[in-house]
């Protein structure tokens, strides 16, 4: 199942949320008109949303289009407001689902409610956090729970507002396989020209939707006008995506495939093996002579050099360089581990 949901940041006025409504209902494949009603702003004096009244505009436009309507609730007062108003699903904010008290405080107020419950993964990379949260809404008895891959922040975010960091909703499938995932390449970009490739990304890898900003006049949204596009934006963009849809079937060449890359990962593990013996034998001589482990000029070297080595290859800088800053530090350990020898 593919879920296609889109709209404004924030609701601003019954206008905009009715104007922009109308305009994606034409949009083929569009299930979810979304607007923030109450909006998490990182300072204050901002504006943080219109509130209750907003719902009401949400309810026009579930009644005068064939949208369904989503938005973001994170108090029970929220939800009970949201059930008064009819909204069909709503959504766990990422720095609501950071807070184990709020998302157990929800999950009580949501229990009989069965309405589809969206749950945006916490600001911070840690995976239990989004799992908890998924968990503690699981007991509330929702049949119908998805998260939300909406980035994470990092100290450096480089070209995006909030890095990917795929290996998340990857290992959120690996751990849950049954909640569908979506993808929000909206707050992941930050602005407008990263959306597309973020978006193929999320549907090549094989996740179950995306959620995007779509805003009458972006320039002038009130909140997070850099990364909302137009109605036409997102007509267009739906065109050129491309979803790999078909499933898996046992006689796939790819499983032959599979079997020589298990080769080759058992290879390089015992290359591994053969370098790490190597370095036992460094340890012990730097032991013997009274020499410390850590010998910085070398670790420079080392990455400088398999850099140049990789250079004009599909490996990617940053890979190569974690992976043996990573195989680095585990020779740390295992040099420590012969100093400790009497
Ligand atoms: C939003 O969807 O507008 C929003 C505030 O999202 P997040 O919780 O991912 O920042
Ligand atoms: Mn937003």
Redesign the pocket.
């Known amino acids: 199942m593919f879920e296609l949901i889109a709209g404004p940041?924030?609701a601003e006025s019954k206008d905009q949320v009715l104007r922009i409504a109308h305009e994606i209902e034409l949009i083929e494949g569009v299930k979810w008109f979304?607007a923030?009603i109450w909006?998490?702003r990182t300072m204050p004096n901002q504006f943080e949303g219109v509130g209750v009244k907003g719902l009401r505009w949400l309810s026009e436009v579930k009644k005068t289009t064939s949208l369904k309507t989503i938005t973001?609730v994170a108090t029970p007062l929220h939800v009970e407001k949201c059930l008064e108003n009819d909204i069909d699903a709503i959504?766990i904010?990422?720095?609501?689902t950071t807070n184990p008290f709020y998302v157990q405080e929800l999950s009580q107020s949501l229990k009989g409610v069965d309405i589809p419950i969206f749950i945006?993964n916490p600001l911070n990379p840690d995976i239990k956090l989004w799992v908890g949260a998924i968990e503690r809404i699981m007991a509330s008895g929702s049949n119908s729970i998805y998260g939300?891959h909406?980035g994470f922040s990092f100290a450096d975010n480089g070209i995006y507002r909030q890095t990917p960091y795929w290996k998340m909703p990857i290992e959120l499938k690996r751990l849950l396989p049954d909640i569908p995932i979506i993808c929000?390449p909206?707050?992941i970009a930050g602005k407008t020209s990263l959306i597309k490739d973020i978006s193929q990304m999320a549907l090549n890898i094989g996740l179950n939707g995306l959620?995007i900003?779509v805003h009458n006049n972006p320039k002038e949204a009130l909140?997070?006008s850099k990364q909302q596009i137009t109605p036409n934006a997102l007509k267009k963009l739906l065109k050129v995506l491309e979803t790999p849809q078909n499933s898996f079937e046992d006689s796939n060449p790819i499983l032959t495939l599979r079997e020589e890359i298990d080769s080759l990962d058992f290879e390089l593990i015992n290359i591994l093996k053969q370098r790490m013996n190597l370095v036992i034998e460094v340890a012990e001589i730097k032991k013997e002579r009274n020499i410390p482990i850590l010998q910085i000029k070398r670790l420079d070297q080392m990455i400088k050099k398999r850099l140049e080595k990789t250079k004009g290859s599909i490996l990617d800088k940053d890979f190569i360089k974690e992976t043996f800053e990573s195989i680095h530090q585990e020779s740390i350990r295992i040099q420590n581990e012969i100093f400790k020898k009497k």
Do not use: F
């Open positions: 940041c924030s979304r923030g909006k998490p973001e959504w904010g990422a720095r609501t945006k939300i909406r929000d909206s707050h959620m900003e909140t997070d």
